[in-house]
Each structure stands twice: as C-alpha cells, then as structure tokens.
C-alpha cells in the first residue's frame, strides 16, 4: 500500500472507531451475551439447543466458554445466528491510529537521538535543547512520512 494510501486508510478508520470509542456498546454483560439475550427472550437453554443443532449440555458449555473469554469465534457466531443476532467483531484501537504512530515515531526519534547525543557530548560536541528538540521534530516527521513497517520493527 502507497504511502498516501494508508493515510486516507489511516483516516478513514479512524473517523469509524471514533463513535465506537465514545460508547460502552461492546461491555460484555458478566455472564455473556449469549446468557443475556437467551434469558431477555424467555429461551431455556434446551431450546437453544435444538436451534443450533448441539445438546443442551453443549449449550450450556458455550455459555460458560463465552463467559471465561475462550469461546471460538466459531461459536459465538453460531450461537448468534441461532438467537437471531449478527455477531459484529471489532478490534477498537483506545486512540486514534495517527497518535499510535506519532508516539511510537517520537519514542524511536527520542532512542535514536540518545545514542547520538551521548556520542556527541563525549566528544564535547553538545546540542542546545533548542536544536535537540528542532532535530528532534524533524525525526518524528521523517519516521512518520517513511511510515511502513520500519515504525514497528523492534528497537
């Protein structure tokens, strides 16, 4: 992907999660959302059952699985699908992707800058922290432009 492309990417899913950011829709009652809606539509765990095509037992195991936060996909789909729900699955990023980047960006530039810093005043060479923090600015810049995978590499 183009440079210019992951940025409108970058924005557009950003304008998406931030309604979703700004909402508590996905807190997860405390015994599932399977329980709660089979119980708000008066449903046993039977009938339930014979819905999706597995015992009750099996049922009930999914319940428990959902509540423990190891249920497949898989499942919870099929358990959606059975109480005549859509199983909706999003990952919400807790801040806009472009200040992920930007934080990560500063924190590499701030590394990158120490090492060379420390060189350089061994070698009585000192920055004021005017052109630190200029030079700095530039880096932050110049890793967000080259943006890619280079960001997330480890350091």
């Known amino acids: 992907m183009k440079s210019r492309e992951r940025i409108i990417a970058r924005q557009r899913l950003d304008k998406r999660f931030e309604a979703l950011r700004n909402?508590?829709?996905g807190a997860?009652?405390?015994k599932g959302w399977i329980r709660a809606i089979r119980n708000a539509l008066g449903m046993t765990t039977s009938?339930?059952?014979k819905r999706m095509g597995v015992s009750q037992p099996q049922v009930v195991k999914t319940e428990q699985s959902e509540a423990r936060r190891v249920i497949s996909l898989?499942?919870?789909e099929r358990a959606a699908d059975a109480l005549g729900c859509d199983l909706v699955y999003t990952l919400v990023p807790r801040q806009p992707l472009i200040k992920s980047i930007e934080e990560r960006a500063?924190?590499?530039a701030v590394k990158q800058l120490s090492r060379t810093n420390h060189t350089m005043t061994l070698e009585a060479q000192n920055v004021s922290p005017e052109e630190y923090d200029e030079t700095l600015e530039e880096?932050?810049?110049k890793l967000?432009?080259?943006g890619g995978s280079r960001l997330w590499e480890s350091d």
């Open 28 to 30: 997860r009652p405390p």
């Open 144 to 146: 967000i432009e080259s």
């Open 23 to 25: 909402t508590d829709v």
């Open 74 to 76: 898989e499942s919870l």
């Open 47 to 49: 009938q339930l059952a």
């Open 139 to 141: 880096l932050v810049l």
């Open 106 to 108: 500063r924190s590499l």
